[in-house]
């Protein structure tokens, strides 16, 4: 058995085994994408549903997905690609050339780049470095959104390919964290190294009774202030998805915490209000 080395999980396979992601497979002694060219979901969006408020406000980004993550949110909003392997969605295979001629038809429509999310799209790291190496000589920006559960030692090369970065910091407690499947350092390690080579703006969904705690946000901004206090926090309204069954997060409160932070960071938004 090999291990695969891209995320917390270090999942050990045998030859052919796919990881827990559904979306890496063992192949040759190696860690292989099954989600390679495969997209599940594309569509041109605002850049700010990424969310991004503070790159290239105003525009627009071609966004793909494929499938497969390397968590298990309970509150998963698009977990019917984020659960799912190749054989359970459908897919259409689109070239990493193929994509970025796509991305450069729509620059008269606003469109900046291309803008990988969706399901957990480091999954397919090889797939972004592809397209970005095509991406920017066209004067095109590639974009990210990430849970960040992932270890540098296998995906910090592609760091710097990437013009910005949406991190999940999906909470700050190591707890919070077993529950979902994922590892707090694991993803601030992420942040810290991505802040060094890229634009990066991180999203919190504020779930009721959970990771809601003036305590625990206030530590959060904190230490994200410590990165800079100029990235921009977005703390996002979580609404029953999938499993969860928490009522959707109050308004007055998000406010309370959003004041909170910003007493340590310049830029502190609300999502889904």
Known sequence: MNHCPLCHRQCRLREGQTGFCQARIMRDG?????????????????????PLARFHPGKKVLSVGSFGCNMACYFCQNHEIARAGE???????????ALCEMAREMVPQGNIGLA?????PMLNVEYIADCADILRPMGLKTVVVTNGCFCLDAVGEVLPKVDAFNIDLKGFTPEWYRRLGGDLDTV???ITAAHKASHVEVTTLVVSGRNDSPEEIAALAAWLAGISPKIPLHLSRCFPRFHAEEPPTDRQ????LKDLAGAYLDTVLLGNM
């Open 30 to 50: 190696a860690s292989r994408p099954l989600g390679y060219g495969k997209v599940t979901s594309i569509a041109l969006d605002p850049i700010e549903k990424k």
């Open 87 to 97: 054989k359970e969605i459908p897919w259409r295979g689109i070239s990493p050339r």
């Open 116 to 120: 990988f999310t969706y399901n957990e």
């Open 188 to 190: 601030k390690d992420f």
């Open 253 to 256: 409160a998000l406010k309370k």
